[in-house]
């Protein structure tokens, strides 16, 4: 009943305001009128030319079918590191490498309060020596279908008195888009919040080669 | 051109004419002619379309006028109240009329428009009710419509001005032969241009006759009362005057010989039609008179 | 002597849109301002979602049309209502015109003027984001066009049924003040009943049902238009 009123009031309102302008002030003449639409237009064209194709901070959401694809693909990554079979991680995913040299048979994994997001698959190693590598893969990361890899920044690993320290940031991505569908109409606005593809695909993975003889303790881990 | 038979016009319960019929077959400048109220306006807005005749016919340029476009487009009817956009000068006005009306005289309208001292920057809203008068009748003029129905154009105008259009409608004429029609109070300043007189009363056509016939229709017959008063049997007594020792009739003309010691004036077109319009129960003199000496002395 | 002009309805028509283009040309102007007030006063953006998995919180504010949508269809009503009243409407007589060749060439011109605001939206939304982009640096994301011209289309036709519904009233209000009186207390109850079934009664629900049945109502109201204003007789006072 309110809104019905409040519309009412605003129609009139309206009326008034828009009346006035139309028929009270004259200032706007046809060929002053036609200049501030070319000029408010080609603002309009250029805002577009310049955010399509030459701003640098653009980027394309990806088609629903390549984020099946890539959805699929960390899928299958996901039960093949859980089977232990580490062949799915790819050369191109990987970030860097690195080799500590254990001094104790227990290697404690510390993290910051950031890091308990980091998985970590050990593959245990045949191998009488003491080095540990640590190697950090990520696949493409989509979230609500944006590409967020560039905002993610790399974890920092480092090894202090056998212990293992994974030392992360949170991420966090803003953007801006334009969307041209209607939710008013019911017009393809993406109801995201149920449609896996709209959820987190990509994986970051931290991958330990271990001998044998070492134990790794990772109390804080949430995957 | 235009043909209009027993044609009323009424609006709700008040009847504005109420036996209408007249023709006009070819160009001619006509002096509509009546009291206020009469139904002049309303006259000219069924022939120019913009209103229905209640009853009768009536067909313009060979077509009943009522929403009709070809009637539309030969046919322009300037009134005191035609407005233009706001946004619109008075150049662009005149510039876009030549898409509407075929044969618009846009440099003619320009010329005019310079010679009544009025700025094509000007805006319509912007102008005095003399100016805008001047200007509407300009854009009528210049429209070279095969029918100008002009209602009052001169209103508001100056004398000096008056004179300028009056003398532009007759050389436009004379240039362009077309139907005019011009609904005016001032038909003394018009007996020179107009041919043809079309007076309306009591919703009626009264007379529809040149402008000389109608001068010839009456004359003023001056003299003693003593005088004058016993010849009037002799003539149809349109309105009698007295002023002092003056008495003044106003007779239909006829070739009997004038009476002794009374003079036959003769009449403009314009008195001649007040004369035919006037309203029943006497003159004004007639109404002072009553009030001064009480009814008994009539 | 002069003689007789003929004029083709579809050509009178053709030059009277031009003309009310240039007459009412203020209306595209306060079209422009009214959007550019209604940006500033927003402060950019239709919305936003944000939501946090693992590592990683994200946030974006998305730019649709359906914000100045609401605002277009309510700007449309009030030209549509404008644009037939006396004040403005009285004007059209002072060039060849019909009461019918008026109302089409009005119908005609709000067709234009809907369009060119669907193309103002645009440009507003492109320049809005250009603005925010700049002042905070953030990514832009462009997302798929699939289904934009359904937008466009549907954008346009709504606020033409808007404009049409304004122009529609008073048309109503100058032929019978009863009926319009009648109209006034009917869509008051309308809206104060309204719920998402009666939207759904009258438009239907999918994007194609909401165009296809907007359309046939501006023809009903435009034909209805045309037969109110047939009977009536023009003043210009």
């Given at each position: 009943m309110s809104i019905a009123l409040l519309y009412f009031f605003l129609v009139i309102i309206g009326v008034t305001i828009t009346g006035f302008f139309i028929t009270k002030i004259r200032i706007w003449k046809p060929k002053r009128t036609l200049v501030f639409v070319a000029v408010y237009f080609s603002c309009g064209l250029l805002a577009f030319v310049y955010l399509m194709f030459l701003s640098g901070d653009i980027a394309k959401a990806p088609s629903k079918e390549f984020l099946q694809e890539q959805r699929i693909a960390n899928e299958q990554l996901s039960s093949d590191l859980k089977l232990r079979k580490f062949e799915g991680l790819k050369e191109e995913h990987l970030k860097f490498t690195k080799t500590f040299e254990a001094t104790a048979e227990n290697i404690e994994v510390i993290r910051n309060e950031a890091g308990q997001y980091l998985p970590i698959h050990i593959s245990w190693a045949e191998s009488g020596e003491n080095k540990i590598t640590v190697s950090y893969y990520e696949t493409p990361l989509y979230l609500n279908g944006v590409y967020i890899t560039p905002f993610v920044e790399e974890p920092r690993i480092e090894w202090n008195d056998n212990k293992l320290y994974?030392?992360?940031?949170?991420?966090?991505?803003?953007?801006?888009?334009?969307?041209?569908?209607?939710?008013?109409?019911?017009?393809?606005?993406?109801s995201r919040n149920d449609d896996p593809l709209y959820n987190l695909i990509g994986q970051r993975i931290l991958h330990l080669n271990v001998p044998k003889q070492f134990n790794i303790i990772d109390k804080d881990g949430w995957y | 051109m235009i043909t209009c038979k027993q044609l009323q016009k009424h609006y709700g319960k008040k009847e504005i004419l109420t036996d209408v019929s007249f023709q006009i077959d070819e160009p001619k400048i006509i002096g509509l002619i009546g009291r206020n109220g009469v139904g002049k306006s309303t006259l000219l807005k069924i022939i120019a379309g913009h209103a229905k005749a209640s009853k009768g016919y009536i067909e313009v340029v060979g077509q009943k006028p009522f929403q009709n476009l070809t009637v539309a487009a030969n046919v322009i009817f300037i009134e005191d109240a035609m407005t233009f956009p706001a946004v619109l000068t008075l150049k662009e006005i005149l510039e876009s009329a030549k898409k509407f009306y075929a044969k618009f005289a846009t440099d003619l309208a320009f010329k005019l428009l310079k010679f009544s001292n009025i700025s094509e920057k000007n805006y319509h809203t912007q102008l005095s009710k003399g100016q805008k008068a001047t200007f509407n009748l300009i854009y009528g003029i210049?429209?070279?419509s095969a029918i100008t129905l002009l209602d009052e154009p001169m209103n508001g105008m100056d004398e000096a001005i008056r004179n300028d259009m009056y003398r532009v409608i007759l050389k436009d004429f004379i240039a362009y032969p077309r139907v005019i029609i011009i609904s005016s109070h001032y038909l003394n300043e018009m007996e020179q241009l107009i041919e043809d007189i079309l007076l309306l009363h009591k919703g009626k056509v009264a007379l529809f006759a040149p402008v000389e016939e109608v001068q010839e229709l009456a004359?003023?017959?001056v003299g003693q009362k003593g005088n004058v008063e016993p010849a009037l049997d002799k003539y149809e007594v349109l309105a009698t005057y007295e002023n002092g020792p003056i008495f003044e009739a106003i007779v239909r003309k006829n070739d009997l010989p004038?009476?002794?010691?009374?003079?036959?004036?003769?009449?403009?077109?314009?008195?001649?039609?007040?004369?035919?319009?006037?309203t029943e129960g006497g003159s004004i003199d007639d109404i002072y008179r009553k009030?001064?000496?009480?009814?008994?002395?009539? | 002597m002069t003689s007789i002009v003929k004029v083709s309805t579809a050509r009178n028509i053709y030059e009277q849109v031009k003309w009310k283009c240039k007459a009412y040309s203020s209306m595209f102007s306060t079209v422009?301002?009214?959007?550019?007030?209604l940006t500033l006063l927003s402060g950019g953006g239709s919305g936003s979602l944000g939501m946090g998995r693992s590592f990683v919180s994200y946030r974006e504010q998305y730019y649709t049309l359906d914000s100045l949508f609401i605002f277009t269809v309510l700007t449309m009503f009030i030209f549509g209502w404008l644009l037939a009243s006396k004040s403005i409407s009285r004007d059209n007589f002072s060039i060849v015109t019909t009461s019918y060749t008026e109302a089409i060439s009005s119908a005609?011109?709000?067709?234009?003027?809907?369009i060119f605001t669907l193309v103002a939206a645009i440009s507003t939304l492109w320049i809005s984001i250009l603005v925010d982009i700049l002042r905070t640096g953030d990514l832009f994301i462009f997302h798929s066009m699939e289904y934009s011209l359904l937008t466009f289309i549907s954008f346009t036709v709504c606020s033409l049924l808007a404009a049409s519904i304004g122009y529609f009233i008073h048309v109503v209000f100058?032929?019978?003040k009863i009926v319009f009186a009648l109209l006034c207390v009917g869509m008051f109850l309308l809206i104060r009943q309204y719920t998402i079934e009666l939207w759904g009664i009258l438009f239907g629900g999918s994007a194609f049902q909401i165009i296809g049945r907007s359309t046939i109502y501006i023809i009903l109201l435009w034909l209805l238009i045309v037969l109110m204003r047939q009977r009536r007789e023009v003043t210009r006072t």
């Open positions: 994974i030392i992360e940031a949170d991420t966090m991505v803003t953007v801006k888009s334009v969307h041209f569908s209607s939710q008013l109409l019911n017009i393809g606005f993406p | 210049a429209s070279r004359v003023k017959l004038l009476p002794e010691n009374v003079r036959m004036l003769s009449l403009s077109a314009s008195d001649v039609c007040q004369v035919l319009t006037a009030s001064e000496y009480g009814a008994e002395y009539l | 422009l301002i009214l959007y550019i007030l005609l011109f709000l067709v234009v003027l809907c100058d032929f019978s």
